[in-house]
């Protein structure tokens, strides 16, 4: 039995079969654009490169704002843990009301999926909340109904 060169499993192995999450990931992807629950990570990277810029800025300089900022949340060299928390959000069984939910990505059973992001960053630290609402595409093809009219209504309005 041959084995690969690069990751040594045998030829003959078969590949993997591709899970829901990844095929809802490529539905989107062949529509040119992003799959909804991936959003959370761009935001996690944008704000990440505001905290490297924000260093790189306040190495360069030790007066203000920025340097009571500085010492206060870079005492360990790193911006806070957790850049990025996000709650989903979805209807309540009524379906009048918003409610926070914790279930695995790609487990809506809407096609409008909404959050509530605390964003750590260097202008709010100690975090800035913010509602996110999305279309999921890859959900009946990203149509709207009532429950999706109704969802991104009630997150509007908490925004």
């Known amino acids: 039995h041959r084995r690969g060169p690069l990751d ?3 030829l003959s192995t078969p590949y993997p079969p591709i899970d829901n999450l ?14 909804v629950y991936d959003f959370i990570t761009l935001f996690e990277a944008a704000v990440s490169k505001e905290w490297e810029e924000y260093k790189a800025q306040q190495d360069s ?22 850049l990025i928390e996000a709650k ?8 009048d009301a918003l409610e926070q939910v914790d ?10 999926v909404a959050w509530r992001l605390r964003m750590h960053t260097p202008e709010q630290p100690g ?4 509602i ?9 093809n990203g149509s709207f109904g009532v429950m999706e009219d109704t969802l991104f209504n009630l997150a509007t309005e908490l925004a």
């Open 88 to 95: 989903e959000l979805t209807l309540n069984e009524a379906g």
């Open 8 to 10: 040594g499993k045998e």
């Open 127 to 130: 975090g800035r909340d913010i």
């Open 22 to 35: 990844e095929l809802r990931r490529l539905m989107a992807k062949g529509k040119e654009t992003t799959f």
């Open 103 to 112: 279930r695995m990505e790609g487990s809506n059973k809407c096609g409008m």
């Open 61 to 82: 300089s030790s007066e203000g704002l920025g340097s009571w900022i500085a010492r206060n949340f870079w005492s360990s060299g790193k911006p806070p843990q957790n």
């Open 132 to 140: 996110l609402v999305a279309n999921d595409v890859t959900f009946q």
